[in-house]
């Protein structure tokens, strides 16, 4: 699965391309890609036609589109959440444009207010079929942070304003437990997987067995501190 700096890297590229267009159609291509999706294809497809993409947002490794109508977008509509599996793309494509052979969803977008090129199509491509979309209720996070609702029990990761360092270790000391497999805890902190989480440690000089009730704090200040740092570089230069 994705972790944050490749969401991330996501999310920018779709955030230039889809955010104010009006969502025209929506095709379904395979019923696992909507399996989520209480209603199924028919009940995506009903509920997104005519919105328009207000924003694209991410937590962690978890990314979501902002969808809404009216004066006041992003003050309603939902949130579709898109799990991109172990496989799963997004990518921009011209209107009539071959299909990927793995295509599951197939959005048909109108230019924004302000957009002065045509309409573009946003694909789902998904070779596994372990990823999905679907709407989701918004809810309020321990943070005061509103997000989806399935989101919720997801920690702030390092680059969101509610993310509370301090805190965080504190709850990280509270454990007893390896170090390596609460850095995967997307509960403590979120968007580490196994690649940053290595790499952070070995920065850090600490070995991923470590339990963590016997690491300092100033010790997991370091390490913390190399999350953002190595995750940063990775967004830098694309995942």
Known sequence: MPELPEVETI???LAAHIVGRRIEHVEVLHPRAVRRQAGGAVDLIARLRGLTITDVRRRGKYLWLNVGSGEKLTDDGWAVVIHLGMSGQLLIAEPGAPDEVHLRIRVNLAPGADDASGPVELWFVDQRT?????IDDWAIDAAGVRVPETITHIAP????????????????RAKHTEIKRVLLDQTVISGVGNIYADESLWRARLHGTRVTDRISRPKLTELLDAVADVMREAIAVGG
């Open 157 to 172: 990761d390092p680059f969101e304003p509610s993310y509370d360092q301090a805190q965080v270790i504190t709850r990280i």
């Open 11 to 13: 999310r920018l590229g």
């Open 130 to 134: 372990f990823g999905g979309w679907f």
